[in-house]
């Protein structure tokens, strides 16, 4: 019985995937995997929790791909790895679906509802998608603990957020304060700012001039730019530059008198109408300060007397590269104008900020006259106020980038609100420093965009406005003088004296705490904030494993973790939050090393939306290509190095046809082979480690080294995390061992040389395959499992790698024996012959069925011909040469041409360079080839260096049916001649692949028994067959028969026409069955009549040919029978034969 089991033709990868996941489920091969690894050393990773509220998507598939590929190589190579999968339950995905599906549009709304059944609304949905997305992880290949998954609902990991706000605050690192915060009103919240920063937008918004008399001279007008009117209610002051030089004009036509900034005319003026106005007098900025003016409205008129309002400031935030140079500040709508007004006291610390827009950004009664009206929605109305004031001076529009609300896509809008901070500012040069301690791939994303938003960072706005979310841990008296900071459910029960299983605002926002100033002083209530869910997802290292409560020894072994990825857009997200907490905390990084992917867009280049349609579904693309494909299509695209990658399916597809299929086709053939020897020998085929080392095939040897090499290569730059580099170089080596070894070597292992180099060329194709399938275990999970399942089969029971599972063996180690840079150099120089002739050949359209005379190999390297001579017989055969000729001298082929580097050469010599070039251009032959062999040459007084000058060689042709390709080190010159004898052996091997591609197409496996018989309808055919007939036998691996030779009684299993050589060419393929000497058996029997010797031939064809071979060998070539009473005796060899090809043979 063979040892490994037969492999069909044909594969569906899908369907094996689904085939490999039942057996990993039979024998629940992630769980056993870390059983197996426990007290390995320890290899933490952390996984960044995804909300369950939406399906995954290419961008979750590839970071999941990544940290799949990078924590099973860490199993690999001997670690024990806790992968737990992690869920995002709180915040403003989960809210905002509740609004929309409640209807809710802002806070009265909710408590109208009830915050306790707003918050079962949510969290009826936060799982929504749970089932979905660990079904979709677990078709990708990807080992992760669904069972044992985080959450951050979890009380446990609520409470330890808590831990650490608490750590915050008694740092002194939390405050409280009005900052105004980029705000959804879609949400009804303020935003973090890298939260703003993840969704802008090209919009078109009003750009309109505005004036502003003054109250001193009310025929002068400050003239001010704004993109937002409808902050216009709001202002409460102009600002200057105080260095800017100002100037005042009056309008020709309107008879105005304005102030703008001298370089900014150009806001009201084009070039060709400086006749249009006239200047009247310069100023600088910080003459108009204290200036006051009329406000445009008069809704806050009484601030010009109790705060100073409606004048004009100085702040160099002021500049002149757009406007008027001139700026109205609405202090409760822009972060420059709250710093300014807060400067010169219009604005008090203590006191609220005037801002007369509520939580859902309409107007409050305080603006009468657009009450209830979103701000947006009163732009062109205040407008059309302003104009009817007069006061409207230009109206135009402007298109530029705008923040959008990244989860509902609203327009953002700055607000003042009275917010929770974390000093990030008091945290910067350490966040810089600790930066720098942990290890980035790729290296720019860390230096460069990382490191620019650390060293702008601003204080943290943590709290948000909100429902469903990890309540603030504050409880404070009215006037804020005193504040309690909890920092554990333990602690909370021991202030309140009352009980709590679940922490959220439903459950605590009732529960008052005493004062510890007296009771005459009331009680403190817990403040309305929840966290921000980016505060809660930079907390989960502690809160996942529920530190400092639990776990301790688990967290102080594995913090900082080892190893996470995520994309390119958490560098403003959970890089960053992570990063503020364990710097805040600890003072370190909290990982050592990341991989940040670049963004999957659609085909066209646009983000993927399901609304547009614009990508293909992922399960989809997984159905029909398989799980590994994608993975692999993903993981060796420009995305692993944090570039953007255009998702094409077509590029999927690619995988299966050029990866895929040439490598399931080389582990088929060595099956199919493997199977072969061991009917032919009778002896079990056992893999040997040491066959190449025993076989004196050079070829052998290459691949072992290429193989070894690849495994030290592999390793070296996984413990860099360089993707990147990693699966081309794996992709590289598939290539080397389907296009080359086997290709080179089929022959060999197809046993035509001899069964002992058979049985080490198989040898070595098992132990390379073997090696490969262990170290692209990681990559591609499946295809590398269903080929271990086979493979492993020949392997003795006690051996190291015979498991149940590929991925419980231990990645590959290079063994240095088997390295050897010269065969693989010698190889390289041989491929690099090959590839430049059969360029030479497709661009000749020439047939590689047709042999050509001779290729002429022209290197100047002595060492490159001895390679390419000690491979010479590799070079013949995939070239399909009759000789192959070795030329050092390069003279007889080659021209040389110096041309200068006009770049050095042209600063270096100035005006001399011209003569230089002029004169290196006219270089001999033989005094480039002089000045090659010193590295210098002296041209009309300067001596130039290597550097200077570059060789270039050319084919001198002028040779007859003489054509050919270089490619910078080596000349391939091809004999492109036919003559009759080449045209037909080309014929001949015409008809090989006739057969071959007829064999394919009825699924003969190489063992089947089958002869091959042939007609033909014309004298070439006739002729290239007899002359060939060694040539296609040996290929087909059985003689080719006439078709006349064709037993009657045979069957039939497959036949077809074609043409070759403008003749007609009839292939017919049959089973091998009993062939007769019709002679014979008429002299033997033809007295009982032609019905009885009929008789004779019928009763021997029911035997099954193999028992019949076995019966024949037993009895001395003789078979015995009855017939009708009659004695019937046939000699093997002499009245049968086993086939029409062995009676011919043995006839003959």
Request: aromatic share 10%; hydrophobic share 40%.
């Amino acid at each position: 019985m063979p040892s490994f089991d037969n492999i069909p033709d044909t594969v569906s990868f899908p369907d094996e995937e689904r085939n490999i996941l039942n057996l990993w489920d039979q024998l629940d091969a992630f769980k056993t995997s870390l059983k197996m690894s426990e007290g390995k050393p320890e290899y933490t990773f952390y996984d960044g929790p995804p909300f369950a509220t939406g399906l995954p998507h290419y961008g979750h598939i590839l970071a999941g791909t990544i940290k799949d590929i990078v924590t099973r190589y860490a199993h690999q190579t001997g670690h024990h790895v806790i992968r737990r999968f992690g869920w995002d339950c709180h915040g403003l995905p989960i809210e905002f679906e509740i609004d929309n599906k409640l209807g809710i549009s802002g806070r009265d709304d909710v408590l109208k509802m009830g915050i306790d059944k707003y918050n079962a609304e949510c969290r009826s949905i936060v799982m929504r998608y749970s089932k979905e997305w660990e079904s979709i992880v677990k078709r990708l290949g990807r080992w992760i603990d669904f069972e044992n998954d985080y959450k951050t609902l979890d009380p446990s990991f609520m409470e330890s957020v808590w831990w650490v706000f608490k750590q915050l605050f008694e740092k002194d690192l939390v405050y409280r304060g009005y900052k105004v915060m980029p705000y959804s009103t879609g949400c009804t919240t303020p935003l973090s700012n890298f939260e703003a920063n993840l969704n802008y937008k090209d919009v078109s918004d009003p750009a309109i001039i505005v004036s502003f008399p003054l109250l001193s001279d009310p025929e002068t007008s400050l003239l001010a730019w704004t993109t937002t009117p409808w902050t216009l209610p709001s202002n409460f002051a102009l600002c200057v530059n105080p260095e800017l030089d100002y100037i005042k004009i009056r309008d020709k036509e309107k008879n105005k008198m304005w102030i703008v900034a001298e370089t900014r005319l150009c806001s009201l003026y084009k070039e060709t109408q400086k006749d249009a106005y006239e200047i009247l007098q310069k100023l600088k900025g910080k003459d108009m300060v204290g200036w006051q003016y009329t406000p445009l409205f008069e809704y806050f008129a009484g601030m010009r007397e109790s705060h100073g309002a409606f004048r004009v400031l100085a702040d160099g935030f002021v500049t002149d590269d757009s406007g008027t140079g001139v700026v109205h500040c609405a202090p409760a709508f822009g972060e420059d104008d709250f710093r300014v007004c807060q400067v010169f006291k219009i604005v008090r610390k203590g006191e609220s900020v005037v801002c007369p827009v509520d939580d859902a950004g309409k107007f409050t009664e305080a603006v009468p006259q657009y009450t209830g009206r979103h701000v947006k929605e009163c732009d062109d109305d205040i407008k059309r106020e302003l104009k009817n004031k007069g006061r409207l001076i230009h109206s135009g529009t402007i298109v530029h980038s705008y923040p959008y609300c990244w989860r509902s896509e609203t327009p953002l809008i700055y607000k003042a609100v009275p917010s929770w901070f974390v000093k990030v500012e008091n945290l910067k040069e350490r966040l810089l420093a600790n930066n720098l301690q942990s290890y980035w791939v790729p290296s720019f994303v860390q230096e460069k965009r990382f490191h620019n938003w650390l060293q702008d960072a601003r204080d943290w706005c943590i709290s948000r406005n909100r429902y469903w979310g990890t309540p603030l841990p504050l409880w404070v008296s009215d006037d804020y003088a005193e504040m309690v900071c909890v920092g554990s459910i333990e602690e909370l029960e021991r202030l309140t004296g009352q009980k709590f299983d679940d922490i959220h605002r439903d459950k605590i926002d009732h529960v008052t705490i005493p004062s510890q100033r007296g009771p005459q002083f009331g009680v403190l209530k817990r403040v309305d904030e929840v966290f921000d869910c980016w505060f809660e997802s930079g907390s989960m290292p502690y809160g996942q494993i529920h530190y400092p409560f639990e776990n301790q020894d688990l967290f102080q072994k594995g913090f900082p973790a080892d190893f996470i990825a995520e994309g390119l857009d958490q560098t403003r997200g959970w890089f960053y939050t992570l990063l503020v907490i364990s710097t805040a905390l600890f003072d370190k990084p909290p990982f050592k090393n990341l991989i940040v992917n670049g963004l999957v867009l659609a085909a066209d280049g646009k983000k993927m939306s399901k609304r547009l349609k614009n990508y293909p579904d992922p399960i989809d693309v997984v159905n029909e290509f398989g799980a590994d494909a994608v993975r692999l299509y993903l993981i060796n695209s420009p995305v692993v190095r944090a570039e953007p990658l255009k998702f094409q399916k077509n590029g999927v597809r690619d995988v299966v046809k050029d990866v895929f299929l040439p490598w399931f086709n080389a582990y088929r053939f060595l099956v199919q082979n493997v199977t072969r020897l061991e009917l032919e020998t009778g002896a079990r085929f056992t893999p040997d480690v040491n066959a190449s080392k025993k076989s004196g095939n050079v070829m052998d040897k290459w691949i072992q080294a290429v193989a070894n090499s690849l495994i030290a290569f592999v390793r070296e730059e996984m413990s860099k995390y360089r993707l990147y580099t990693v699966v081309p170089r794996l992709i590289s080596f598939l290539e080397q061992l389907t296009n080359w070894y086997v290709r080179l070597n089929r022959l060999r292992l197809k046993g035509s040389v001899s069964p002992q180099d058979c049985e080490l060329a198989l040898a070595t194709l098992y132990d390379v395959l073997l090696t490969v399938v262990k170290a692209m275990a990681p990559f591609t999970p499946f295809l590398t499992e269903f080929m271990y399942q086979n493979l492993k089969k020949v392997l003795p029971d006690a051996h190291a790698d015979k498991l149940d599972c590929v991925h419980y063996l231990e990645f590959p180690q290079a063994r240095a024996d088997a390295i050897d840079p010269r065969i693989e150099e010698a190889v390289s120089r041989m491929q690099k012959v090959i590839d430049l002739a059969r360029n030479v050949r497709e661009r000749c359209h020439v047939s590689f069925k047709i042999p050509c005379k001779e290729v002429i190999i022209v290197n100047k390297d002595e060492g490159f011909l001895r390679d390419v001579q000690d491979l010479q017989a590799y070079v013949q055969s995939e070239l399909n040469v009759r000789k192959v000729t070795l030329v050092e001298k390069e003279s007889d082929f080659v021209t040389l041409r110096a041309q200068p580097d006009n770049k050095a050469l042209g600063k270096r010599l100035g005006k001399e360079f011209a003569g230089v070039a002029k004169a290196i251009k006219e270089l001999s032959h033989e005094q480039i080839a002089n000045f090659e062999a010193s590295g210098e040459i002296t041209i009309l007084n300067h001596k130039l260096g290597a550097g200077d000058v570059q060789v270039l060689r050319e084919f001198k042709g002028g040779r007859a049916n003489m054509e050919a390709a270089w490619d910078g080190s080596v000349l391939v010159v091809l004999d492109v001649s036919e003559d009759e004898e080449l045209k037909n052996e080309g014929f001949a091997r015409e008809v090989i692949n006739r057969v071959q591609k007829l064999r394919k197409k009825a699924k003969l496996n190489i063992d089947d028994d089958v002869e091959v018989y042939y007609q033909v309808s014309g004298p070439v055919l006739k002729s290239v067959v007899n002359q060939f007939q060694g040539l296609i036998a040996s290929a087909v691996r059985v003689p080719l028969l006439d078709v006349t030779q064709k037993p009657a009684q045979a069957v039939v299993l497959i036949s077809e026409s074609d043409e070759v050589a403008n003749e007609k060419l009839t292939v017919t393929i049959a089973v091998t069955g009993v062939a007769f000497n019709d002679k014979s058996l008429e002299a033997k029997f033809g007295s009982h009549g032609a019905k009885f010797v009929d008789g004779v031939k019928t009763t021997l064809c029911c035997y099954d040919i193999n028992r019949l071979r076995a019966k024949v060998s037993a009895n001395q070539k003789s078979v015995r029978f009855e017939l009708d009473g009659q004695n019937v005796e046939l000699v093997h060899g002499v009245d049968f034969f086993f086939g029409a090809g062995e009676r011919e043979k043995l006839s003959a």
